[in-house]
């Protein structure tokens, strides 16, 4: 069975900060996806970034980035220079697949409750 | 696109009422998914459609529930005899499967809380 671990419940930062998000997930298949979403406090999961078990490429998108490491079935997201806006809950999410198709059925980790403070 | 929509986003019940929810999806999405989300915890998946089949349930997804998506278009969620232990946020979210690389977007969610 697959398992998303978001050992981080609360973490508070001033803004500017950078701030890393850790995630740790469990599957068995060779093929999976990672997302992460973000959460406001009107409800509404946002999609944040998205990657594949088959490319281990960090990569990043204006102020977010994230760190892959299938070595240690790590997906960790990092916000550079924080913003008071960025606060909000961050869920990563796991969802298997097979030949290149995803099964869709997302297990989402417990959340982070990420506070910016200015 | 217009987003995923949820109606009602507020709903107080009293316990032994059925409640029924309704999800628009993103137009042309094939895919629509249920989850269930309560206080401090992440979404759990309840079921999915793909068109207007339904092809997989959650174990949480009790004989109370029910769920329907004729036509392949919006969705309903029905909960029978609702319990205080149903009070929860209900999620849609609807993806595309035509890519084979599928991301859901989420609406806004239904807010139950039944007394």
């Known amino acids: 069975a697959q398992k998303v671990t978001q050992a981080q419940t609360e973490i508070s930062v001033v803004e500017k900060e950078d701030v890393t998000l850790d995630c740790v997930y469990e599957?068995?298949?060779?093929?999976?996806?990672l997302f992460w979403y973000k959460q406001p406090p009107s409800g509404e999961l946002v999609f944040l970034i998205r990657?594949?078990?088959?490319?281990?490429q960090n990569e990043i998108s204006g102020r977010y980035s994230w760190n892959f490491q299938k070595s240690t079935s790590s997906f960790n997201f990092t916000i550079t220079a924080s913003q008071v806006v960025d606060s909000a809950v961050y869920f990563c999410?796991?969802?298997?697949?097979?030949?290149?198709?995803?099964?869709?059925?997302?297990?989402f980790g417990q959340g982070t409750i990420l506070t910016v403070h200015p | 696109d217009t987003g995923v929509s949820q109606d009602p986003r507020h709903k107080i019940t009293k316990r032994g009422q059925n409640v029924t929810f309704r999800c628009d999806p993103i137009?042309?999405?094939?895919?629509l998914y249920w989850y269930r989300q309560t206080l401090g915890q992440g979404p759990e998946f309840l079921t999915y459609?793909?068109?207007?089949?339904?092809?997989?349930k959650s174990r949480l997804l009790s004989d109370r529930f029910s769920a329907e998506r004729p036509k392949g278009s919006f969705s309903t969620l029905e909960i029978q005899r609702t319990e205080q232990g149903d009070s929860a946020m209900y999620l849609c979210?609807?993806?595309?499967?035509?890519?084979?690389?599928?991301?859901?977007?989420f609406g806004p969610g239904t807010r139950l809380l039944v007394l």
């Open positions: 599957t068995r298949d060779t093929t999976y996806y």
């Open positions: 999410a796991l969802s298997e697949g097979s030949g290149g198709t995803s099964y869709g059925k997302l297990t």
């Open positions: 990657r594949n078990s088959f490319d281990e």
């Open positions: 979210a609807s993806s595309t499967s035509t890519t084979g690389w599928e991301t859901q977007y």
């Open positions: 137009s042309e999405h094939n895919r």
């Open positions: 459609f793909q068109n207007e089949a339904q092809l997989e």
